[in-house]
C-alpha cells in the first residue's frame, strides 16, 4: 500500500523515489515471484528507467531484501516487544491484531509468504523469505512458551508432543492472519465488498482475538 500523502511529503526526491520502487518491487514479486520479476519491471512501474534502480539499491537481491526488512521487520519487533512486556495470555491474544493492522499497510507480503513456503527451496527469494519467517515462528513459539495455560501447563522444554502443539499454534495463527489478505477476490465475489475496508478490518480483529483465545487456552 502506497504511504500516506502526509508521510510522502516529508521526504526527499530520493528517498520518495526509492519508496515507489519498494512499493513496484512488492507488489510484482507478490504477483510474479523473486526470480519471474526483472528490474526492467519494476522500473517501468515505479515510473523510473532501469539504471535508476541502482541509485538506491545494489541489485535485485539487495532491493528483495529491503521489500522483506520494511514489511517484516516491524513483525518482529512487535514480536520481540511482544514477549518483554506481555503479562498476561490476555495480552498475547492481541498480536494477531497488531500483526493484522502491519499486514494492511503491506497487504501483498501475504502472498510472498505463501510463495515461499511452497516454492523451490534453492531460491534465492525463497531462502531470504524463509529466512525471516522461521525468525518470526521461532519468537512467536517463544512467547508462546512463557505462558501458562497454553496447551498444558507447563513450556515444551524436552516435551516433543507440546513443542509440536506450539509450534501448530504458531502457524495456525500465521495462517489466519495472512490468508485473510490472500481472499480479497473470493470475498468480493461473495459480497461485492473490499476486505481491506476498515470496518471489515475490523471484524477480522475481533474474530482474531475470539479464535486465538479458544486455541490457546486448554
Given at each position: 500500500?502506497?504511504?500516506?500523502?502526509?508521510?510522502?511529503?516529508?521526504?526527499?526526491?530520493?528517498?520518495?523515489?526509492?519508496?515507489?520502487?519498494?512499493?513496484?518491487?512488492?507488489?510484482?514479486?507478490?504477483?510474479?515471484?523473486?526470480?519471474?520479476?526483472?528490474?526492467?519491471?519494476?522500473?517501468?512501474?515505479?515510473?523510473?528507467?532501469?539504471?535508476?534502480?541502482?541509485?538506491?539499491?545494489?541489485?535485485?537481491?539487495?532491493?528483495?531484501?529491503?521489500?522483506?526488512?520494511?514489511?517484516?521487520?516491524?513483525?518482529?519487533?512487535?514480536?520481540?516487544?511482544?514477549?518483554?512486556?506481555?503479562?498476561?495470555?490476555?495480552?498475547?491474544?492481541?498480536?494477531?491484531?497488531?500483526?493484522?493492522?502491519?499486514?494492511?499497510?503491506?497487504p501483498a507480503m501475504a502472498s510472498l509468504f505463501q510463495r515461499a513456503l511452497?516454492?523451490?527451496?534453492?531460491?534465492?527469494?525463497?531462502?531470504?523469505?524463509?529466512?525471516?519467517?522461521?525468525?518470526?515462528?521461532?519468537?512467536?513459539?517463544?512467547?508462546?512458551?512463557?505462558?501458562?495455560?497454553?496447551?498444558?501447563?507447563?513450556?515444551?522444554?524436552?516435551?516433543?508432543?507440546?513443542?509440536?502443539?506450539?509450534?501448530?499454534?504458531?502457524?495456525?495463527?500465521?495462517?489466519?492472519?495472512?490468508?485473510?489478505?490472500?481472499?480479497?477476490?473470493?470475498?468480493?465475489?461473495?459480497?461485492?465488498?473490499?476486505?481491506?475496508?476498515?470496518?471489515?478490518?475490523?471484524?477480522?480483529?475481533?474474530?482474531?482475538?475470539?479464535?486465538?483465545?479458544?486455541?490457546?487456552?486448554?
Amino acid at each position: 500500500m502506497p504511504p500516506t500523502t502526509a508521510k510522502t511529503s516529508k521526504l526527499t526526491k530520493g528517498e520518495r523515489t526509492a519508496q515507489r520502487v519498494l512499493d513496484a518491487a512488492e507488489e510484482l514479486f507478490a504477483m510474479q515471484g523473486y526470480d519471474g520479476t526483472s528490474l526492467r519491471e519494476i522500473a517501468d512501474v515505479a515510473g523510473i528507467r532501469e539504471p535508476g534502480i541502482y541509485n538506491h539499491f545494489a541489485g535485485k537481491q539487495a532491493l528483495y531484501e529491503a521489500v522483506l526488512f520494511r514489511a517484516l521487520n516491524p513483525m518482529a519487533e512487535a514480536l520481540s516487544l511482544q514477549m518483554e512486556t506481555a503479562s498476561s495470555l490476555r495480552e498475547y491474544t492481541e498480536l494477531p491484531s497488531i500483526i493484522t493492522d502491519l499486514l494492511f499497510e503491506h497487504p501483498a507480503m501475504a502472498s510472498l509468504f505463501q510463495r515461499a513456503l511452497q516454492g523451490d527451496s534453492s531460491s534465492v527469494g525463497n531462502r531470504l523469505m524463509n529466512t525471516w519467517l522461521e525468525k518470526l515462528f521461532r519468537q512467536g513459539m517463544e512467547n508462546l512458551e512463557k505462558f501458562d495455560g497454553v496447551s498444558t501447563s507447563s513450556t515444551s522444554g524436552d516435551n516433543p508432543e507440546l513443542r509440536a502443539t506450539l509450534a501448530l499454534n504458531v502457524i495456525a495463527m500465521f495462517n489466519l492472519t495472512t490468508g485473510y489478505f490472500l481472499s480479497q477476490r473470493a470475498f468480493a465475489s461473495l459480497t461485492g465488498g473490499d476486505l481491506l475496508d476498515p470496518d471489515n478490518i475490523a471484524r477480522q480483529k475481533r474474530l482474531l482475538h475470539r479464535v486465538i483465545r479458544a486455541m490457546l487456552i486448554s
